[in-house]
């Protein structure tokens, strides 16, 4: 179905190695094969030869040839390849050419020229597979992350396309969504469909999987069949860059807090429409904690993320110290949001500027201090490239690392580990631990387990815009962080 032959390429104007060196494999048709590999090795890079954005959108020097289903990517228009293949992006927000979830998942069937009934028919059986009944209709912008994921994947399937390319598709999703998403890849695999997955995310996948292709640095290092790999000793599977197989345990977890200032929460208010999105009347959070705030998709996270960053006008509540009132604009001036979308906070030429930007002082003074950022995330070697360059794994480390140049008090992080290989989240923890003993207070809003047990100690989980229970590393909390997680 697919076929890679001596292929290698290297994206225009870039100034890293070739994205892929000469690669050759090929993907036999119904087989599910996933693609991993630490942030930057090319496994997007594959996804975008196979549903054919290479040649045709991407520009750069390709040597080589790929066919699906007998017939050259780079020969034919790039609507032909669209109907066999469907994509679900790493930013689902780039492929959506609507502004409601309905017109969106019914988007291909229009443009392939489906009948009415037709349409309404599979939108029902589509909509009740991917549990999104509940998200007809809706704002795609008033959606969070994992809703609009959602959206992508129900869209890709309503026109019932031969190979389905998933990049990153479990990075903004919550633990039922996540196995619903593996549900669903069962379901293409025993209707015969062809489907590759680039993904860091690995556990969801061990009873769908067929295959696995292990990427290091724009080459294929290992392809295996996947029982093979899941037998692998989690030390292999570390030193490799790669997401564990086994669920965290966070029974193991010793960290405590000691006795603290806290700071105080008071009628956080927020609503898009005439329904509450937000609605926490008293919180209190230690000061100087990293907070993990955990929830379903659509519990209100990210909204909770805008309003105690000043971000959202309409939104009520304050913010109490022991020193100081903050109102939404003083929020606004002490606070730091890195976005789920990192795209929109990108602004300079190059990495160093990225991060010099925030700075307080001179730049020629700041310079120093941003290259010790730029190593302790692993991006100094990048500092000259153009952040929009990068990989979505490099961006996010990009924009964490404005977060830490910024020295604000309070710094929010949206999925700040969101496409992002074993190595680097480690040491995103480890750069967030950092930050914490210099007495900030910081929000991490995440589905990621292994980040919540390497840096986070108190949390807040949140159901419809509401806080259902908070607190630090207890005995019942590790359970209810245990029993949360264990549906991955």
């Known amino acids: 179905m697919i076929e890679f032959k001596n292929v290698s390429f290297c994206y225009k104007d870039s100034e890293q190695a070739n994205s892929l060196h000469n690669i050759s494999f090929h993907i036999k048709k119904g087989e599910v094969v996933l693609l991993c590999g630490k942030s930057g090795c090319g496994k ?12 045709h959108y991407y520009d750069g020097e390709m040597k080589g040839d790929v066919t699906v289903d007998g017939k050259s990517v ?33 988007f291909g069937c229009e443009n392939m020229g489906w009948s009415l009934a037709d349409i309404q028919q599979r ?126 345990d966070f029974r193991k977890q010793k960290k405590a807090l000691t006795d ?12 898009y429409s005439d329904t509450p999105n937000l609605e926490i009347h008293s919180l209190n959070i230690p000061q100087g904690a990293i907070v993990g705030i955990i929830g379903n998709n659509g519990a209100g996270k990210t909204t909770f993320a805008r309003c105690l960053c000043g971000l959202e006008k309409k939104a009520s509540g304050q913010l109490r110290t022991a020193e100081n009132t903050l109102n939404r604009k ?52 990048l500092k000259d490239l153009h952040p929009l360059s990068l990989s979505g794994g490099q961006k996010q480390r990009v924009a964490v690392a404005s977060a830490i140049s910024s020295y604000r008090d309070l710094l929010v992080f949206d999925e700040p580990t969101s496409g992002l290989d074993y190595h680097h989240m480690v040491e995103v923890a480890e750069n967030l631990n950092g930050i914490r003993a210099l007495g900030k207070t910081l929000f991490i809003i995440t589905h990621d387990p292994e980040l919540i047990f390497e840096c986070c100690n108190y949390f807040v989980f949140m159901e419809q815009g509401r806080v259902t229970w908070n607190g630090g590393w207890t005995a019942e909390n590790m359970q209810r962080l245990n029993l949360f997680f264990s549906t991955i």
């Open 44 to 55: 997007t890079t594959i996804t975008r030869f196979i549903n054919g954005l290479i040649p």
């Open 74 to 106: 780079s020969q034919q228009p790039i609507y032909e390849t669209a109907k066999l293949v469907g994509s679900v992006f790493q930013n689902p927000r780039s492929q959506f050419f609507n502004v409601d979830a309905t017109s969106e998942i019914v």
């Open 123 to 248: 939108l029902s059986l589509i909509a009740h597979d991917f549990n999104v009944e509940n998200l007809l209709g809706r704002n795609l912008f008033h959606l969070s992350g994992g809703e609009k994921q959602k959206i992508a994947c129900a869209a890709v399937t309503m026109v019932n396309p031969d190979v389905l390319v998933l990049d990153e598709p479990a990075s903004n999703l919550d633990c039922k969504s996540i196995r619903m998403l593996a549900d669903i890849i069962s379901i293409w695999k025993r209707e015969g469909k062809t489907v590759v997955i680039a993904e860091h995310r690995l556990n969801y996948l061990r009873q769908v999987a067929d295959r696995v292709i292990y990427m290091e640095s724009g080459q294929i290092a290992e392809d295996v069949p996947a029982n093979y790999f899941w037998k692998m000793p989690s030390a292999e599977i570390r030193r490799r860059g790669l997401r564990s197989l086994e669920p965290v």
């Open 260 to 271: 603290t200032a806290y700071l105080e929460l008071q009628n956080f208010r927020f609503s």
């Open 330 to 381: 003083k929020r606004l001036k002490n606070s730091y949001l890195v976005m789920q979308d990192v795209n929109h906070q990108l602004f300079t030429e190059s990495v160093e500027e990225e991060i010099l930007i925030g700075m307080p002082g001179k730049e020629d003074d700041n310079r120093l201090e941003a290259e010790n950022i730029l190593g302790s995330m692993d991006l100094l070697q």
